[in-house]
Protein backbone atom coordinates (compact mmCIF):
# COMPACT_ATOMS: atom_id res chain seq x y z
CA UNK A 1 0.00 0.00 0.00
CA UNK A 2 1.37 3.64 -1.21
CA UNK A 3 1.34 6.13 1.65
CA UNK A 4 -0.49 8.16 -1.35
CA UNK A 5 -3.44 5.76 -1.00
CA UNK A 6 -3.73 5.79 2.36
CA UNK A 7 -3.45 9.53 2.82
CA UNK A 8 -6.82 9.03 0.88
CA UNK A 9 -8.11 6.65 3.23
CA UNK A 10 -7.82 8.90 5.87
CA UNK A 11 -9.14 11.70 4.40
CA UNK A 12 -12.41 10.10 3.25
CA UNK A 13 -12.24 8.70 7.37
CA UNK A 14 -15.49 10.61 8.37
CA UNK A 15 -14.51 10.20 12.10
CA UNK A 16 -11.44 12.36 11.69
CA UNK A 17 -10.59 10.82 15.57
CA UNK A 18 -7.46 11.13 17.05
CA UNK A 19 -5.26 10.30 20.26
CA UNK A 20 -2.31 12.00 22.16
CA UNK A 21 -0.16 10.41 24.72
CA UNK A 22 1.49 13.11 27.08
CA UNK A 23 5.20 12.06 28.43
CA UNK A 24 6.33 15.14 30.81
CA UNK A 25 5.57 18.25 32.50
CA UNK A 26 2.80 20.53 32.49
CA UNK A 27 4.17 22.53 29.60
CA UNK A 28 3.98 19.30 27.39
CA UNK A 29 0.58 18.57 28.94
CA UNK A 30 0.06 22.26 27.87
CA UNK A 31 1.13 21.40 24.46
CA UNK A 32 -0.98 18.83 24.17
CA UNK A 33 -4.44 20.81 24.97
CA UNK A 34 -3.20 23.00 22.32
CA UNK A 35 -2.64 19.95 19.64
CA UNK A 36 -6.09 18.85 20.82
CA UNK A 37 -7.97 22.42 20.69
CA UNK A 38 -6.08 22.73 16.89
CA UNK A 39 -7.40 19.16 16.14
CA UNK A 40 -10.92 19.41 17.15
CA UNK A 41 -11.11 22.86 15.32
CA UNK A 42 -10.42 20.81 12.30
CA UNK A 43 -13.29 18.73 13.30
CA UNK A 44 -10.97 15.96 14.69
CA UNK A 45 -12.62 14.19 17.74
CA UNK A 46 -10.47 12.30 20.08
CA UNK A 47 -10.66 8.18 20.22
CA UNK A 48 -9.06 6.59 23.02
CA UNK A 49 -8.97 3.14 21.19
CA UNK A 50 -5.51 3.11 18.98
CA UNK A 51 -6.67 0.38 17.10
CA UNK A 52 -9.42 2.89 15.59
CA UNK A 53 -7.89 5.91 15.72
CA UNK A 54 -7.04 7.57 12.82
CA UNK A 55 -3.84 10.16 13.87
CA UNK A 56 -1.71 8.77 17.05
CA UNK A 57 0.19 11.91 18.41
CA UNK A 58 2.99 10.98 20.81
CA UNK A 59 4.07 14.31 22.57
CA UNK A 60 7.53 13.15 24.17
CA UNK A 61 9.88 14.37 27.23
CA UNK A 62 13.66 14.50 26.94
CA UNK A 63 14.21 15.35 31.07
CA UNK A 64 15.10 11.58 31.79
CA UNK A 65 17.10 9.10 29.38
CA UNK A 66 14.84 5.79 30.45
CA UNK A 67 12.08 8.18 29.07
CA UNK A 68 13.68 8.32 25.84
CA UNK A 69 13.66 4.32 25.92
CA UNK A 70 10.20 4.57 26.97
CA UNK A 71 9.11 6.69 23.68
CA UNK A 72 11.18 4.50 21.79
CA UNK A 73 9.68 1.05 22.62
CA UNK A 74 6.10 3.19 22.36
CA UNK A 75 7.22 3.78 19.09
CA UNK A 76 8.13 0.51 18.23
CA UNK A 77 4.95 -0.92 19.17
CA UNK A 78 3.31 1.00 16.41
CA UNK A 79 4.29 -1.46 13.97
CA UNK A 80 2.00 -3.93 15.36
CA UNK A 81 -0.46 -1.09 15.45
CA UNK A 82 -0.33 -0.19 12.43
CA UNK A 83 -0.69 -3.66 10.61
CA UNK A 84 -4.57 -3.78 12.62
CA UNK A 85 -4.96 0.24 11.77
CA UNK A 86 -2.89 -0.05 8.87
CA UNK A 87 -4.63 4.14 7.79
CA UNK A 88 -3.72 5.07 11.32
CA UNK A 89 -1.16 8.25 11.04
CA UNK A 90 1.54 8.21 13.77
CA UNK A 91 2.91 11.78 14.55
CA UNK A 92 5.88 12.08 17.26
CA UNK A 93 6.46 15.47 18.83
CA UNK A 94 7.79 17.33 21.97
CA UNK A 95 11.44 17.80 23.25
CA UNK A 96 12.77 14.79 22.38
CA UNK A 97 12.41 15.89 18.54
CA UNK A 98 14.88 18.70 19.44
CA UNK A 99 17.84 16.77 19.62
CA UNK A 100 19.04 15.96 15.82
CA UNK A 101 20.17 12.49 16.60
CA UNK A 102 16.94 11.44 18.16
CA UNK A 103 15.27 12.60 14.99
CA UNK A 104 17.71 10.58 12.89
CA UNK A 105 17.32 7.72 14.74
CA UNK A 106 13.54 7.50 14.01
CA UNK A 107 14.22 8.38 10.31
CA UNK A 108 16.31 5.93 10.08
CA UNK A 109 15.00 2.91 12.25
CA UNK A 110 11.50 3.73 12.59
CA UNK A 111 9.08 3.96 9.32
CA UNK A 112 6.16 3.77 11.05
CA UNK A 113 6.18 7.06 11.78
CA UNK A 114 4.55 9.54 9.73
CA UNK A 115 4.74 13.29 11.26
CA UNK A 116 7.58 14.77 13.29
CA UNK A 117 7.40 18.04 14.64
CA UNK A 118 9.14 20.11 17.40
CA UNK A 119 8.77 22.25 20.51
CA UNK A 120 8.94 25.78 18.56
CA UNK A 121 6.70 24.52 15.54
CA UNK A 122 4.00 22.87 16.84
CA UNK A 123 1.70 25.97 15.65
CA UNK A 124 2.53 24.53 12.21
CA UNK A 125 1.07 21.30 12.94
CA UNK A 126 -2.47 21.68 11.20
CA UNK A 127 -0.17 22.96 8.37
CA UNK A 128 2.09 19.84 8.12
CA UNK A 129 -0.88 17.37 8.95
CA UNK A 130 -2.45 19.19 6.00
CA UNK A 131 0.33 18.65 3.86
CA UNK A 132 0.89 14.92 4.73
CA UNK A 133 -2.77 14.17 4.09
CA UNK A 134 -2.22 15.54 0.55
CA UNK A 135 1.01 14.24 -0.37
CA UNK A 136 1.10 10.96 1.80
CA UNK A 137 5.01 11.38 2.31
CA UNK A 138 6.68 11.32 5.53
CA UNK A 139 7.03 14.74 6.96
CA UNK A 140 9.87 16.17 9.60
CA UNK A 141 10.09 19.78 9.63
CA UNK A 142 11.61 20.67 13.20
CA UNK A 143 12.55 24.37 13.69
CA UNK A 144 15.96 24.87 16.19
CA UNK A 145 14.77 27.94 18.08
CA UNK A 146 11.88 30.84 17.63
CA UNK A 147 12.52 34.00 19.37
CA UNK A 148 8.29 34.54 19.41
CA UNK A 149 5.15 32.80 21.52
CA UNK A 150 2.58 32.29 18.61
CA UNK A 151 -0.42 33.31 20.42
CA UNK A 152 -4.47 32.33 20.39
CA UNK A 153 -3.78 28.83 19.48
CA UNK A 154 -7.33 27.01 20.51
CA UNK A 155 -6.68 25.41 23.44
CA UNK A 156 -9.09 21.63 24.46
CA UNK A 157 -8.73 21.93 28.29
CA UNK A 158 -8.66 18.68 30.82
CA UNK A 159 -10.62 20.64 33.34
CA UNK A 160 -13.42 23.17 32.43
CA UNK A 161 -12.76 25.11 35.66
CA UNK A 162 -8.69 25.11 35.71
CA UNK A 163 -6.22 26.06 33.12
CA UNK A 164 -2.70 26.26 32.16
CA UNK A 165 -1.27 29.31 30.81
CA UNK A 166 2.10 29.66 29.52
CA UNK A 167 3.81 32.71 30.24
CA UNK A 168 7.35 32.14 28.90
CA UNK A 169 9.19 29.48 26.92
CA UNK A 170 12.69 28.25 27.09
CA UNK A 171 15.35 28.18 30.03
CA UNK A 172 18.83 30.22 30.03
CA UNK A 173 20.05 28.74 33.28
CA UNK A 174 21.85 25.47 31.86
CA UNK A 175 21.96 23.36 35.01
CA UNK A 176 24.72 21.26 34.17
CA UNK A 177 22.15 17.91 34.35
CA UNK A 178 19.17 19.69 31.79
CA UNK A 179 18.66 19.25 28.51
CA UNK A 180 15.92 21.48 28.89
CA UNK A 181 18.11 24.73 27.62
CA UNK A 182 18.97 22.52 24.85
CA UNK A 183 15.91 21.16 23.95
CA UNK A 184 13.32 24.21 24.79
CA UNK A 185 16.13 26.97 23.79
CA UNK A 186 16.53 30.51 25.47
CA UNK A 187 13.79 32.18 27.22
CA UNK A 188 11.65 33.97 25.48
CA UNK A 189 8.23 35.70 27.42
CA UNK A 190 4.57 36.62 26.12
CA UNK A 191 3.93 40.18 26.35
CA UNK A 192 2.10 40.96 29.25
CA UNK A 193 -1.29 41.97 27.90
CA UNK A 194 -1.50 38.78 25.82
CA UNK A 195 -1.54 36.18 28.89
CA UNK A 196 -4.06 39.03 30.76
CA UNK A 197 -6.10 38.38 27.74
CA UNK A 198 -5.87 34.90 27.76
CA UNK A 199 -6.67 34.13 31.55
CA UNK A 200 -9.56 36.48 31.14
CA UNK A 201 -10.80 34.99 28.15
CA UNK A 202 -10.47 31.46 30.21
CA UNK A 203 -12.27 32.87 33.33
CA UNK A 204 -14.89 33.83 31.04
CA UNK A 205 -15.19 30.73 30.16
CA UNK A 206 -15.41 28.85 33.06
CA UNK A 207 -12.27 29.11 34.72
CA UNK A 208 -11.70 29.86 38.77
CA UNK A 209 -8.04 28.65 38.55
CA UNK A 210 -4.90 29.17 36.33
CA UNK A 211 -1.65 27.84 36.65
CA UNK A 212 0.82 29.86 35.38
CA UNK A 213 3.84 28.10 33.72
CA UNK A 214 7.16 28.97 32.82
CA UNK A 215 10.46 26.79 33.19
CA UNK A 216 11.30 29.57 35.89
CA UNK A 217 8.67 32.25 35.97
CA UNK A 218 10.75 33.73 38.29
CA UNK A 219 12.37 35.55 35.48
CA UNK A 220 9.80 36.41 33.28
CA UNK A 221 9.70 39.43 31.83
CA UNK A 222 13.66 39.68 31.82
CA UNK A 223 13.75 39.98 27.96
CA UNK A 224 10.68 43.04 27.69
CA UNK A 225 12.28 45.26 29.99
CA UNK A 226 12.43 46.78 33.11
CA UNK A 227 8.37 47.22 33.72
CA UNK A 228 7.69 43.56 32.91
CA UNK A 229 8.20 41.41 35.86
CA UNK A 230 6.57 38.22 37.28
CA UNK A 231 5.52 40.25 40.98
CA UNK A 232 3.99 42.31 38.69
CA UNK A 233 2.16 39.78 36.74
CA UNK A 234 0.67 38.52 39.63
CA UNK A 235 -0.61 42.09 41.00
CA UNK A 236 -2.23 42.11 37.60
CA UNK A 237 -3.73 39.23 37.26
CA UNK A 238 -5.18 39.50 40.96
CA UNK A 239 -7.78 41.98 39.89
CA UNK A 240 -9.06 40.22 37.87
CA UNK A 241 -12.65 39.51 38.79
CA UNK A 242 -14.25 35.54 39.41
CA UNK A 243 -10.67 34.53 38.93
CA UNK A 244 -10.12 32.10 42.57
CA UNK A 245 -7.03 30.48 42.37
CA UNK A 246 -3.74 31.87 40.84
CA UNK A 247 -1.15 28.60 40.88
CA UNK A 248 2.37 29.01 39.14
CA UNK A 249 5.61 26.73 38.57
CA UNK A 250 8.61 26.54 38.09
CA UNK A 251 10.24 29.17 40.73
CA UNK A 252 13.89 28.91 40.57
CA UNK A 253 15.23 30.32 43.97
CA UNK A 254 18.20 31.79 42.56
CA UNK A 255 15.78 34.49 41.20
CA UNK A 256 13.57 34.59 43.61
CA UNK A 257 12.55 37.93 44.65
CA UNK A 258 11.35 39.80 47.37
CA UNK A 259 9.03 41.57 45.13
CA UNK A 260 7.93 38.42 43.95
CA UNK A 261 7.41 37.05 47.49
CA UNK A 262 5.65 40.31 48.26
CA UNK A 263 3.17 39.98 45.98
CA UNK A 264 2.30 36.67 46.45
CA UNK A 265 1.85 37.88 49.88
CA UNK A 266 -0.41 40.89 49.12
CA UNK A 267 -2.53 39.47 46.02
CA UNK A 268 -5.58 36.98 48.20
CA UNK A 269 -6.21 35.15 44.75
CA UNK A 270 -2.83 33.96 44.40
CA UNK A 271 -2.63 30.47 46.67
CA UNK A 272 0.39 30.49 49.43
CA UNK A 273 1.96 27.43 47.90
CA UNK A 274 5.74 27.68 46.45
CA UNK A 275 7.11 24.79 44.71
CA UNK A 276 11.12 26.07 45.15
CA UNK A 277 12.54 23.07 43.41
CA UNK A 278 16.25 23.18 45.65
CA UNK A 279 17.76 20.05 44.17
CA UNK A 280 20.68 19.65 46.93
CA UNK A 281 21.28 21.11 50.26
CA UNK A 282 25.01 21.42 50.17
CA UNK A 283 26.76 24.25 48.17
CA UNK A 284 29.67 22.36 47.02
CA UNK A 285 27.08 20.17 44.82
CA UNK A 286 24.86 23.62 43.83
CA UNK A 287 28.17 24.38 42.53
CA UNK A 288 28.69 21.97 40.42
CA UNK A 289 25.25 21.65 38.90
CA UNK A 290 26.05 25.79 37.85
CA UNK A 291 22.44 26.43 40.12
CA UNK A 292 23.76 29.52 40.91
CA UNK A 293 22.56 29.75 45.09
CA UNK A 294 24.55 28.46 47.90
CA UNK A 295 22.92 26.62 50.82
CA UNK A 296 22.87 30.10 52.89
CA UNK A 297 20.81 31.90 49.91
CA UNK A 298 17.92 28.25 50.31
CA UNK A 299 17.43 29.06 53.80
CA UNK A 300 17.47 32.96 53.59
CA UNK A 301 14.88 32.51 50.56
CA UNK A 302 12.51 29.70 52.92
CA UNK A 303 12.75 32.15 55.79
CA UNK A 304 11.23 35.05 53.78
CA UNK A 305 8.94 33.07 52.15
CA UNK A 306 7.79 32.21 55.84
CA UNK A 307 7.65 35.32 56.87
CA UNK A 308 5.61 37.07 54.62
CA UNK A 309 3.17 33.75 53.64
CA UNK A 310 1.09 33.29 56.16
CA UNK A 311 0.22 29.84 56.27
CA UNK A 312 2.38 28.96 53.00
CA UNK A 313 3.09 25.52 51.54
CA UNK A 314 6.65 25.01 49.92
CA UNK A 315 6.87 21.75 48.24
CA UNK A 316 10.46 20.70 46.21
CA UNK A 317 12.73 18.62 44.51
CA UNK A 318 15.63 16.67 45.23
CA UNK A 319 18.31 15.29 42.62
CA UNK A 320 20.18 12.62 44.54
CA UNK A 321 23.42 11.48 43.66
CA UNK A 322 24.65 14.27 41.55
CA UNK A 323 28.32 13.10 40.29
CA UNK A 324 30.85 13.74 43.17
CA UNK A 325 28.23 14.09 46.09
CA UNK A 326 29.43 12.90 49.13
CA UNK A 327 28.08 11.30 52.00
CA UNK A 328 28.92 14.82 53.74
CA UNK A 329 26.98 16.58 51.10
CA UNK A 330 24.17 14.45 51.16
CA UNK A 331 23.87 15.11 54.75
CA UNK A 332 23.68 18.67 53.84
CA UNK A 333 20.66 18.03 51.80
CA UNK A 334 19.09 16.12 54.41
CA UNK A 335 19.72 19.37 57.19
CA UNK A 336 18.43 21.71 54.58
CA UNK A 337 15.00 19.66 54.16
CA UNK A 338 14.70 19.42 57.97
CA UNK A 339 15.66 23.31 58.56
CA UNK A 340 12.84 24.26 55.50
CA UNK A 341 10.24 21.52 56.72
CA UNK A 342 9.22 21.12 52.89
CA UNK A 343 5.77 19.93 52.76
CA UNK A 344 7.03 17.51 49.94
CA UNK A 345 9.35 16.58 47.63
CA UNK A 346 10.00 15.14 44.15
CA UNK A 347 12.78 12.91 44.59
CA UNK A 348 15.09 11.58 41.66
CA UNK A 349 17.90 9.97 41.54
CA UNK A 350 20.41 11.81 39.23
CA UNK A 351 20.79 9.89 35.84
CA UNK A 352 22.86 10.65 33.16
CA UNK A 353 21.35 12.78 30.35
CA UNK A 354 24.14 12.30 27.45
CA UNK A 355 24.53 15.72 26.20
CA UNK A 356 24.66 17.93 29.45
CA UNK A 357 28.07 18.92 31.12
CA UNK A 358 27.23 16.37 34.27
CA UNK A 359 27.12 13.17 31.86
CA UNK A 360 30.27 13.21 31.59
CA UNK A 361 31.76 14.55 34.73
CA UNK A 362 34.11 12.04 36.98
CA UNK A 363 32.97 10.56 40.21
CA UNK A 364 29.51 9.06 38.83
CA UNK A 365 27.60 7.89 41.84
CA UNK A 366 27.23 3.86 42.30
CA UNK A 367 23.61 2.92 42.21
CA UNK A 368 23.16 1.40 45.31
CA UNK A 369 24.35 4.46 46.89
CA UNK A 370 21.85 6.39 44.89
CA UNK A 371 19.44 4.35 46.42
CA UNK A 372 20.37 3.89 49.78
CA UNK A 373 20.88 7.82 49.83
CA UNK A 374 17.48 8.06 48.27
CA UNK A 375 15.75 5.85 50.91
CA UNK A 376 16.92 8.43 53.81
CA UNK A 377 16.07 10.97 52.26
CA UNK A 378 12.35 9.70 51.96
CA UNK A 379 12.36 8.89 55.58
CA UNK A 380 12.99 12.45 56.59
CA UNK A 381 10.35 13.98 54.02
CA UNK A 382 7.61 11.60 54.94
CA UNK A 383 7.60 12.17 58.64
CA UNK A 384 7.96 15.90 58.24
CA UNK A 385 4.89 15.31 55.15
CA UNK A 386 3.31 13.36 57.90
CA UNK A 387 4.05 16.09 60.42
CA UNK A 388 2.59 18.66 58.64
CA UNK A 389 -0.73 17.14 57.51
CA UNK A 390 -1.52 16.57 61.19
CA UNK A 391 -1.72 20.30 62.10
CA UNK A 392 -4.46 19.93 59.46
CA UNK A 393 -6.86 17.91 61.66
CA UNK A 394 -10.19 19.27 62.91
CA UNK A 395 -8.91 22.16 60.37
CA UNK A 396 -11.98 23.56 58.03
CA UNK A 397 -10.60 24.04 54.78
CA UNK A 398 -11.24 25.49 51.61
CA UNK A 399 -11.28 22.66 48.56
CA UNK A 400 -11.55 23.24 44.98
CA UNK A 401 -13.29 20.17 43.85
CA UNK A 402 -11.39 18.77 40.98
CA UNK A 403 -13.07 14.75 40.01
CA UNK A 404 -14.60 11.94 41.54
CA UNK A 405 -11.59 9.65 43.82
CA UNK A 406 -9.59 7.38 41.22
CA UNK A 407 -10.10 4.81 43.99
CA UNK A 408 -13.57 5.34 44.73
CA UNK A 409 -16.20 6.51 42.54
CA UNK A 410 -18.47 7.90 45.66
CA UNK A 411 -15.63 9.86 47.13
CA UNK A 412 -14.34 13.66 45.59
CA UNK A 413 -10.88 14.55 45.69
CA UNK A 414 -9.92 18.37 45.52
CA UNK A 415 -6.91 20.45 46.48
CA UNK A 416 -6.71 23.47 49.39
CA UNK A 417 -5.18 26.33 48.17
CA UNK A 418 -1.72 24.88 49.82
CA UNK A 419 -2.27 22.33 47.21
CA UNK A 420 -3.07 19.65 49.56
CA UNK A 421 -5.12 16.57 48.34
CA UNK A 422 -8.48 16.10 50.05
CA UNK A 423 -11.00 13.44 49.52
CA UNK A 424 -14.23 13.47 51.15
CA UNK A 425 -17.75 12.20 50.46
CA UNK A 426 -19.93 14.58 47.92
CA UNK A 427 -21.60 14.92 45.29
CA UNK A 428 -20.48 15.01 41.58
CA UNK A 429 -21.91 18.66 40.58
CA UNK A 430 -19.63 20.09 43.37
CA UNK A 431 -16.61 19.31 40.88
CA UNK A 432 -15.65 22.87 39.48
CA UNK A 433 -16.86 24.79 42.92
CA UNK A 434 -15.04 25.50 46.02
CA UNK A 435 -16.14 24.15 49.18
CA UNK A 436 -15.70 24.30 52.74
CA UNK A 437 -14.19 20.95 53.98
CA UNK A 438 -13.48 19.66 57.99
CA UNK A 439 -10.64 17.33 57.66
CA UNK A 440 -11.53 14.10 59.36
CA UNK A 441 -8.50 12.16 58.89
CA UNK A 442 -4.71 13.35 57.84
CA UNK A 443 -2.46 11.12 56.62
CA UNK A 444 1.31 11.43 55.04
CA UNK A 445 0.08 12.08 51.71
CA UNK A 446 -3.61 13.14 51.49
CA UNK A 447 -6.38 14.29 53.68
CA UNK A 448 -9.77 13.17 54.41
CA UNK A 449 -12.42 15.09 55.13
CA UNK A 450 -16.21 15.88 55.15
CA UNK A 451 -18.18 18.17 54.05
CA UNK A 452 -19.46 20.99 55.69
CA UNK A 453 -23.24 22.57 55.35
CA UNK A 454 -22.47 26.35 55.55
CA UNK A 455 -24.60 26.86 59.02
CA UNK A 456 -22.35 24.25 60.35
CA UNK A 457 -19.69 26.90 59.81
CA UNK A 458 -20.36 28.49 62.83
CA UNK A 459 -17.81 31.12 61.45
CA UNK A 460 -14.99 29.74 62.66
CA UNK A 461 -13.66 28.89 58.89
CA UNK A 462 -12.84 31.71 56.71
CA UNK A 463 -12.99 31.20 53.09
CA UNK A 464 -8.86 32.21 53.09
CA UNK A 465 -8.38 30.30 56.41
CA UNK A 466 -5.58 27.54 55.50
CA UNK A 467 -4.51 26.03 58.90
CA UNK A 468 -0.79 27.59 59.15
CA UNK A 469 1.38 23.90 59.12
CA UNK A 470 4.25 23.40 61.31
CA UNK A 471 7.26 25.55 60.32
CA UNK A 472 11.11 25.77 60.71
S1 LIG B 1 16.48 26.03 35.52
FE1 LIG B 1 17.98 24.38 35.27
S2 LIG B 1 16.76 22.52 35.67
FE2 LIG B 1 15.30 24.16 35.26
S3 LIG B 1 14.88 24.01 33.05
FE3 LIG B 1 16.54 25.50 33.31
S4 LIG B 1 18.42 24.33 33.08
FE4 LIG B 1 16.77 22.85 33.45
Not at 280 to 307: C, F, H, P, T
Not at 404 to 416: A, I, Q, V
Request: hydrophobic share 35%.
Amino acid sequence: MSKKKSATRILNNPSRSFRIFTFGCQMNENDSEKISGMLKALGYVEEMDVNKAGLVILNTCSVRENADERVFGNIGSYKTVKKKNPDLILAVCGCMMQQPEIVNQIVTKYPQVDLVFGTHNLHQFPELLNNYLVNGNRLVEVWDDSDTIVEDLPVDRKYPFKGFVTIMNGCNNFCTYCIVPYTRGREVSRQPDKIIEEVKALVADGCVEITLLGQNVNSYGNDLGEAVNFAALLRDLNTIDKLMRIRFMTSHPKDLTDAVIDAIAACDNVCNYIHLPIQSGSSRVLKAMNRKYSQEDILDRVSAIRKKIPGVAITTDIIVGFPGETEADFLETLKVIELCQFDSAFTFLYSIRSGTPAATMADQIADSVKHERINRCLEVLHQISHDINQSYQDQVVQVLVEETSRNNPERLTGRTRTGKVVNFAGDPEDIGTELMVRITQAKTFSLDGEKIRQEDNNGTAHPDDDPIPATS
